[in-house]
């Protein structure tokens, strides 16, 4: 419980403090590339637009954005686990109570499937991935799996 307690503690507060905000819109990447001092890379996908951010550090940033603009998943990987509060924006409280109600094995990702919000989160100190993303927020004919 212990270990589950430091990797949830190691989430929430995090250490790269500013990443576009799940279900706002999509002007928060430029300030996310601007911070990260990355380079970015946007693609038009069938049904979404997908920006990705990478830092000079390895850190790459996903942000999936639906056709009226909003963040509807975010995806990272690299050395640090991104700050959840500022990630998830109003969906953190989601993350905060389902985490804290959950009995996680040792080790294992951090899994919260809510109707609000969907988020995977695993790693160890120096590499970090997961995702999250509102499933009442994806676009029409996308799948939920597009955000990784």
Do not use: C
Not at 72 to 88: E, I
Not at 128 to 140: D, M, R, T
């Amino acid at each position: 419980m212990r270990t589950a307690m430091r990797v949830l503690v190691i989430l929430l507060l995090g250490v790269a403090p500013a990443w576009a905000v799940l279900g706002e819109y999509e002007s928060s990447i430029s300030v996310d590339q601007q911070f990260l001092k990355g380079e970015i890379r946007e693609q038009a996908r069938p049904g979404y637009k997908l920006h990705q951010i990478t830092a000079s550090n390895g850190t790459t940033v996903r942000e999936f954005v639906s056709p009226n603009g909003k963040v509807f998943g975010v995806a990272w990987s690299g050395q640090f686990a991104p700050n959840m509060q500022q990630l998830l924006g109003s969906y953190f409280p989601e993350l905060d109570q389902a985490a804290r109600s959950q009995v996680r094995r040792r080790g294992g990702p951090l899994v919260v499937r809510t109707d609000k919000l969907v988020l995977v989160s695993a790693g160890h100190m120096r590499s970090f991935h997961g995702h999250a993303y509102v499933p009442s927020l994806l676009p029409n004919n996308v799948s939920a799996e597009v955000v990784r």
